[in-house]
């Protein structure tokens, strides 16, 4: 099983930016990056394919980019201009390593492993 452990969560100002990590145990197929807010679902971010193909949410294109470490199995999410709206706990998780991914996956369900999260705080 991959384990992942999130980093770099902290509290900013409005247009500031955070880089958040995730480091994976294991190597991962694809993974992606999920956030929580009281209050709110948890929707999905960004994602990232077993060939370093990326994809985004709607309300983060264009700020977010995911990118990784190959050789540690590190991957990072930059995040710019952010928004009060971003504020919630940022997760990573991770497919399979059985499976490679050529895009990242439709359904939440491929993400089999989970790392505790990272708060994030983006105060206006």
């Known amino acids: 099983q991959v384990q992942l452990v999130e980093s770099g969560g902290d509290s900013v100002q409005a247009g500031g930016s955070l880089r958040l990590s995730c480091a994976a145990s294991?190597?991962?197929?694809?993974v992606g990056w999920f956030r929580r807010s009281p209050g709110k679902a948890r929707e999905w971010v960004a994602c990232?394919?077993?060939?370093?193909?990326?994809d985004y949410s709607v309300s983060t294109r264009g700020r977010f980019t995911f990118s990784k470490e190959n050789a540690n199995n590190i991957f990072y999410l930059q995040m710019n201009s952010l928004k009060p709206e971003d504020t919630g706990m940022y997760y990573c998780?991770?497919?399979?390593?059985?499976?490679?991914?050529?895009?990242?996956?439709?359904?939440?369900?491929?993400?089999?492993?989970w790392g505790q999260g990272t708060q994030v705080t983006v105060s206006s």
């Open positions: 998780a991770a497919t399979s390593p059985s499976k490679s991914w050529a895009g990242c996956p439709a359904e939440d369900k491929h993400y089999i492993s």
């Open positions: 294991g190597r991962p197929a694809a």
């Open positions: 990232i394919d077993s060939f370093g193909g990326t």
